[in-house]
């Protein structure tokens, strides 16, 4: 399993400092999922001893599975959408199927923000749709 020995190595080599900064070096790199996967491995990559400096509050893992969710759903979405020809991945069309392409993408998206429950996720939901389109 070498990407466990690479972690391995990291720790023996860092563990002279500060855990926390290293951590928090780790989720500016790789973005907010960062922390929580270096949590999840923390056992594996430290002694027994070293208690993990970063604690979750039973809300943030609740939301933070809730935007796994919804990242994994969005994906599921837009794997149909270029399954079925209909948005490529990545959204580049050739020009003249913009119109048709375009009236599919709002479709969906629209159909997309309202399974959010609340304004918040719906805002949520909107602001995450790839393909934003242009305003008119």
Same mark, same amino acid.
């Not at 969005?74 to 050739?94: C, H, K, Y």
């Given at each position: 399993?070498? #990407?466990?020995? =690479? +972690?391995?190595?990291? %720790?023996?080599?860092?563990? !002279? +400092? ?10 500016? %790199? %790789?973005?907010? *999922? ?6 999840? #491995?923390? !056992?594996?990559?430290? /002694?027994?001893?070293? /208690?993990?400096?970063?604690? +979750? $509050? @039973? ?9 796994? =969710?919804?990242? =994994? *759903? ?13 948005? /490529?991945?990545? *959204? ?16 969906? @998206? &629209?159909? +997309?923000?309202?399974?959010? =429950? $609340?304004?918040?996720?719906? %805002? ?10 242009? &305003? @008119?």
């Amino acid at each position: 399993m070498p #990407r466990s020995n =690479e +972690f391995q190595n990291l %720790a023996m080599r860092y563990r !002279k +400092f500060n855990t926390t900064a290293l951590i928090d070096a780790a989720v500016s %790199a %790789a973005g907010n *999922g960062a922390r929580s996967y270096i949590v999840s #491995r923390w !056992k594996h990559v430290t /002694p027994a001893t070293t /208690p993990c400096p970063v604690q +979750f $509050s @039973r809300e943030e893992l609740e939301l933070h599975g809730s935007e796994l =969710e919804l990242v =994994e *759903g969005l994906g599921e979405v837009l794997r149909q959408l270029q399954n079925d020809n209909l948005i /490529p991945l990545g *959204g580049m069309v050739p020009r003249e199927d913009y119109e048709q392409v375009s009236h599919i993408n709002n479709h969906v @998206r &629209e159909t +997309f923000v309202n399974l959010a =429950e $609340s304004e918040q996720q719906r %805002a949520l939901y909107s602001q995450i749709w790839p393909y934003q389109g242009r &305003e @008119r």
